[in-house]
């Protein structure tokens, strides 16, 4: 199989974080060709030198490369079983998306079949990483299709994390999610506890935040009165927590995770505990 030169870029999935991504890569000096399935999330490219395809079909036919960055699982297969077919032999498509590890390593199978090159890529960071650049990408494929697409990824990311085979991206972002949920309960009830024992909450919030007990979570659960000013977060949370479950058939190690998550995840989401 040939493999293209990437200089003509696609990206599908304009939103919070994809759309930041997108112009990063343009800033870059990239071609790129987009398309969305809502016009409005192409107005803000209405002055830039993007391109527009009509349809996924037509996007496919001009890039070596394409991003994907929607919501879920039935997008992504939705979108790429759109995709695969109408890209040329030796080009590639990255999911940035945060989905199940076995549907990557499925549609890099029909990929793969048709002389396309697919690999997993999730993000940590937000919008406001992808704006800066300063993006974690963690990476998921051979070395060599990893090699090919780096300088893309750097693009919008300083941070390039190979972790193996095709999936090992999504399963690495799950696992780090979940830990990230199970951060915040923690947090959540070691605030509690300091309350509860009449410390100075501020007092309390900066001794932690110098100290051996520091951590993300723990900043973030600070800035809260309630855990449900966390809903969003927490709705995208519990995705994963359930995610990671399908893909590690209940490992032990997943189900500690998963029950000191919920604890938090249940409060952030109106749920009784």
Known sequence: MQETTMQTLGFIGLGSQGAPMARRMMAAGYELVLWARRPQSLEPFANSAAQYAEDINALAQQVDYCGLCVVDDDGVREICEQLIPAMRPGTCIVVHSTVTPALCQELAGTAQARGVTLLDAPVSGGGTAAA????????????????????????????????????????????????????????????????????????????????????FAFEVCARMTTPTEFQHGANLLAKDVRLLGESSNDHVSYATLRDVANGFLQLALHHET
């Open 132 to 215: 800066a650049g300063t993006l974690t990408v963690m990476l998921g494929g051979t070395e060599a299709a990893v090699e090919r697409v780096r300088p893309i990824q750097q693009a919008f990311s300083n941070d390039i994390i190979h972790l193996g085979a095709v999936g090992s991206g999504q399963q690495a972002k799950l696992v780090n999610n979940n830990l990230m949920a199970a951060n915040l309960a923690l947090a959540h009830h070691a605030l509690q506890l300091a309350d509860a024992l009449g410390m100075a909450r501020e007092e309390f919030i900066r001794l932690v935040q110098g100290s051996s007990g520091r951590s």
